[in-house]
């Protein structure tokens, strides 16, 4: 009897002394401003908890795509990890509406839309499963094509590289009339060099570090979608953080985030320049040309709703930014 009791208080001691390490998968290369944001998280963390709390990131997709992290975080094998839309997406299916292309078009407008959405979403993601660390901007996807694309009829002429596993997206492009191949970002070089697809849409920070503009010297100037994420622990790791410590932890991840969206506007901005200066050129799309657009990913909204999302989340985030247009109108 005293042997099982003594067993009982050394588990006990061993699990509230013991250092907790959360391991966390990443897709974000090694040295990149995501990966640096982690892993200065994860000195804050040690620091805050007095080396109670240590964070060991698997960086570059060594955990494996964003579907298969959360797979391991189910199982227990990763504690979180660092997503985009579509890591989340798959968590929480209504957040496809932040990248509906052409929907949200500018930074103010993003923001003033998360401003008030971001409490929402984690409320939304905790009841899945999961606890929302940072939300993080990565940059705004745009189209980078062999020849120029300023309408919406210069891209239909293109054969547009799209990432695979998004079927309701792939179906709402090639319904409004586009070309559309299923391609692998790992693929993309080789599609472009084959001829297999002479156009896609990526933050301009990965068209550059890939040098995939190479071969598609052309960025029309419109805002595909913003390319919005962050880091998510499973409820089962943060229920292990003593309560104490939860909100200096939440605060240290909230100044490096606001550090971080800084950083990836400066960064986009000399990725731009940088390949504007190795031949990029840049196809400006005018206000009356972006109505075009904009009608245009109205007809993809009216297949994707109650499909890819909701239509009540949708109607929330379109008050939104209805709202924020008519304060903003010059």
Wanted: aromatic share 10%; proline share 4%; net charge positive.
């Amino acid at each position: 009897m005293k042997k099982n009791i003594f067993i009982i208080i050394f588990v006990f001691l061993l699990q509230t002394l013991y250092p907790l390490t959360i391991k966390i998968g990443s897709i974000a290369p090694t040295r990149s401003p995501w990966d640096k944001a982690l892993r200065e998280l994860g000195r804050e963390w040690k620091k805050i908890s007095n080396g109670s709390i240590k964070i060991k990131v698997y960086p570059g997709g060594i955990a494996g795509s964003e579907k298969s992290m959360i797979k391991k975080m189910k199982i227990g094998t990763l504690g979180g990890a660092v997503f985009t839309n579509r890591g989340i997406t798959s968590i929480y299916p209504d957040f496809y509406v932040l990248g509906i292309p052409l929907f949200i078009q500018s930074n103010e407008e993003l923001k003033y839309v998360t401003d008030r959405m971001n409490s929402y979403f984690e409320k939304k993601i905790e009841e899945k499963g999961y606890k929302v660390l940072i939300w993080s901007m990565a940059g705004w996807v745009q189209f980078f094509s062999k020849n120029p694309i300023i309408t919406p009829d210069d891209l239909k002429k293109h054969k547009l590289s799209f990432t695979t596993g998004e079927p309701k997206m792939e179906q709402a492009w090639k319904r409004s009339g586009y070309h559309v191949i299923p391609n692998e970002l790992k693929d993309l070089m080789m599609g472009l060099q084959s001829g297999m697809v002479d156009a896609f849409y990526l933050p301009a920070l990965v068209a550059a570090s890939g040098q995939y503009f190479a071969l598609a010297p052309n960025m029309a100037t419109i805002k595909v979608a913003p390319l919005y994420g962050g880091i998510v622990l499973s409820n089962r790791i943060w229920k292990k953080i003593p309560e104490k410590l939860k909100v200096k932890l939440l605060e240290a991840g909230r100044k490096i985030s606001l550090k971080l969206n800084k950083q990836i506007k400066i960064l986009e901005k000399d990725a731009i320049d940088t390949m504007v200066s190795n031949g990029l050129k840049i196809n400006t799309v005018n206000n009356d040309i972006k109505n075009k657009w904009y009608k245009e990913s109205e007809k993809s909204v009216e297949y994707l709703k109650d499909k890819a999302f909701s239509n009540e989340i949708y109607l929330k985030i379109k008050g939104y930014l209805d709202e924020f247009r008519k304060k903003n109108v010059n």
